[in-house]
Structures are given as structure tokens and as C-alpha cells.
């Protein structure tokens, strides 16, 4: 089992930046690929970001593409997520999840998942 931790979430203003972390212990965390994703109040979980083991690849859903990098520190055993230039449709819970995959944007090849945190966006 792995266990993923989500942090950083909060209340920020449109236009403004915020920074996800997510800690993983109980597995190698360099072994797996990593990802981020989000749901919105009455909306499916889609996609956000994604990275390979080494940080060398990385995938972006089109709605955060330029406004959002995804990266990783292995020694850390820790994930991120910078957004800038946020947005109110990036209100959600955000998502940390593990995959056996190289790097993947499916959410059904995720096989750990953390609890969430919250991001709101005002307007």
C-alpha cells in the first residue's frame, strides 16, 4: 500500500497562485508514476497532470496547459502542483494518485489515491 497526503489547498483570489504538495510513504515512491487530478461540485474527476518516475515526461489537460507545472522529488518521497493564473472553474478537489503506468492520463490506471484537497478560486 501507498499512502498519499495532500496539502497546500486553500482559498485564493482569481489571477493568484497555489502550490499542491502530496507526501507518499509505504512504497517506493520513484517506482510509480505520478498524477494529479480534480472534481468539481456535480462534476466527473478529470485529469490534470501527470509525471513519469524521473520527472522527465510530463502530460497536461488542455484547461491548465501553461498555467500549471507538475514535478517530483524522489528523495522527498513528495509530489507537486504549481498552478498560476487560477481561474474559478479550477475550484475542485484536487487529487494525488499513484500508477503502475509509465505516465498516464486514465484515472482508472491509478491504483493509490489521496483523500483531496480543496482549491477555491473567487471571482
Known amino acids: 500500500q501507498m499512502q498519499l497526503v495532500e496539502s497546500g489547498g486553500g482559498l485564493v483570489q482569481a489571477g493568484g497562485s497555489l502550490t499542491l504538495s502530496c507526501a507518499a510513504s509505504?512504497?517506493?515512491?520513484?517506482?510509480?508514476?505520478m498524477g494529479w487530478f480534480r472534481q468539481a461540485p456535480g462534476k466527473e474527476r478529470e485529469f490534470v497532470a501527470a509525471?513519469?518516475?524521473?520527472?522527465?515526461?510530463?502530460s497536461y489537460a488542455d484547461s491548465v496547459k501553461g498555467r500549471v507545472t507538475i514535478s517530483r522529488d524522489n528523495t522527498k518521497n513528495a509530489l507537486y502542483l504549481q498552478m498560476n493564473s487560477l481561474k474559478p472553474q479550477d475550484t475542485a478537489v484536487y487529487y494525488c494518485?499513484?500508477?503502475?503506468?509509465?505516465?498516464?492520463?486514465?484515472?482508472?490506471?491509478?491504483?493509490?489515491w489521496g483523500q483531496g484537497a480543496q482549491v477555491t478560486v473567487s471571482s
Open positions: 494518485a499513484a500508477t503502475g503506468y509509465t505516465i498516464s492520463r486514465n484515472a482508472n490506471e491509478y491504483i493509490y
Open positions: 509505504g512504497r517506493t515512491f520513484s517506482g510509480y508514476g
Open positions: 509525471i513519469n518516475w524521473s520527472g522527465g515526461r510530463t
